[in-house]
């Protein structure tokens, strides 16, 4: 994956963190997964300047202490931490929480699905989606600083 950012997920339940792992491994991403079991331990980690900011963050929504979009909310308020894509990946169909997620700027969201093949591909769609998009923010920086040397 581009630049070796790390991966942020946050997720509460033991077996879908092990799924979670076990996809990213299965799919050969190398980048480092951060996992924290709730919001609050995610706003610790991204705000603690000795940690390096992730290049993705999966989201849970239903987590203890601070859920998921309170997290969201906490994180698209910062200047900085709102630029990190978030993908929601949850066992909720409600229209309610996709309507939510979106209107605070998730970049996707992903209904767990109970089968790992398909859920497998789901994660390889997310994972192809983020390097693709890294690639192109990589590629515009590139062009800004050479346009600040002409």
Do not use: C
């Not at 991204?46 to 989201?59: A, C, Y």
């Not at 997290?71 to 630029?83: M, T």
């Not at 229209?95 to 970049?107: C, I, M, N, P, Q």
């Amino acid at each position: 994956m581009p630049r070796a950012k790390p991966i942020l997920l946050l997720e509460d339940d033991i077996v879908d963190a092990s799924t979670i792992t076990q996809t990213v491994e299965d799919l050969k991403v190398k980048n480092e997964l951060i996992h924290r079991t709730d919001g609050e331990l995610g706003l610790e980690y991204l705000k603690d300047p000795s940690h390096k900011k992730p290049g993705l963050i999966l989201l849970d929504l239903n987590m203890p202490k601070v859920n998921g979009i309170e997290f969201l909310r906490a994180i698209k308020s910062d200047r900085e931490l709102r630029k990190i894509p978030v993908v929601v990946l949850t066992v909720s169909k409600y229209e309610k929480d996709k309507f939510d997620t979106f209107g605070l700027g998730v970049a996707g969201y992903v209904v767990k699905p109970v089968d790992y093949d398909t859920f497998l591909e789901s994660m390889n769609t997310v994972i192809q989606y983020w390097m693709w998009n890294d690639l192109v923010d990589q590629e515009r920086q590139e062009r800004k600083v050479e346009n600040a040397k002409l």
